[in-house]
């Protein structure tokens, strides 16, 4: 997102600019363009691929929506590679059932990414306990409605969900990243993005049609 851009998204999400700033002036990475990390990792690596012989034995890692698909795959393999994990979800029984039938050992707390107040609630648990979160997986999304939703502020729902909680999520938890001392924040995105860049003028859907993309 281009420095100047984190304004507006910071007052759709609620928050004050100084907290969009602060994101951008900690890590002087994030000014930049965004360049492949020459991993040696390709679309077919496996999440098994990636975590061959580390050991996270002593690290936090949040997964949000890690308790279903690509999410559920991370974290239980984050897991399994000894690190504590922790998933926010909004609908916990159920998250709760689905990563105990994955293998268990991952936490299941409340969080709704279209909801600011609950993101507030698990990052300021998160923070006050004073936990460091070395991995941050942005990982929770939802795509191609049919239909036009928008969440209880009026945003669209995919925007809501996908970019906004998660901006809020991210700022809220960095006193906790930056605990940590060079914590990773990954957000997972899509080829979809191909398919159209952010309307910047009409993020939500209030001047031109929403058209979600078909699939054939
Ligand atoms: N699968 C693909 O082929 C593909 C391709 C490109 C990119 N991606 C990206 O990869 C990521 C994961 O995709 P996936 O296919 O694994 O997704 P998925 O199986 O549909 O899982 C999405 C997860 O997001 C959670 N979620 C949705 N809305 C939420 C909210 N308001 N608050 C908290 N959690 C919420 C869901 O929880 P609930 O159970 O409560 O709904 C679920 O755990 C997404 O960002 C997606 O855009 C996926």
Avoid at 35 to 46: E, F, I, K, Q
Avoid at 107 to 115: F, I, Q, S, W
Avoid at 121 to 134: D, H, K, M, W, Y
Wanted: glycine residues 10%; charged residues 20%.
């Amino acid at each position: 997102m281009p420095a100047g851009q984190s304004v507006p998204i910071a007052a759709a999400c609620g928050l004050a600019p100084i907290d969009a700033i602060a994101i951008i002036d900690l890590g002087t990475n994030m000014r930049s363009l965004q360049r492949p990390l020459g991993t040696g990792y390709t679309a077919h690596s496996t999440t098994l691929d990636v975590i061959r012989g580390k050991n996270l034995a002593g690290q936090l890692a949040i997964v949000t929506g890690g308790h279903a698909g690509l999410g559920l795959e991370a974290a239980r393999t984050l897991s399994e590679a000894g690190a504590r994990v922790i998933v926010p979800a909004r609908a916990v029984d159920r998250a709760r059932r689905a990563v105990a039938e994955a293998g268990g050992g991952i936490e299941v707390r409340k969080m709704d990414l279209t909801d600011p107040a609950s993101i507030d609630s698990f990052a300021r648990e998160i923070v006050q306990s004073g936990l460091a979160v070395n991995i941050l997986i942005n990982n929770a999304g939802i795509m191609a409605s049919p239909i036009l939703e928008r969440d209880a502020r009026g945003n669209e729902l995919q925007l809501s969900t996908n970019h906004l909680g998660h901006f809020q999520l991210t700022s809220r938890l960095w006193p906790a990243l930056r605990r940590a001392g060079g914590a990773r924040v990954v957000s997972v995105s899509s080829l979809g993005h191909h398919l159209s860049g952010i309307e910047w003028d009409d993020i939500n859907f209030e001047k031109r049609a929403r058209r979600p993309p078909t699939f054939e």
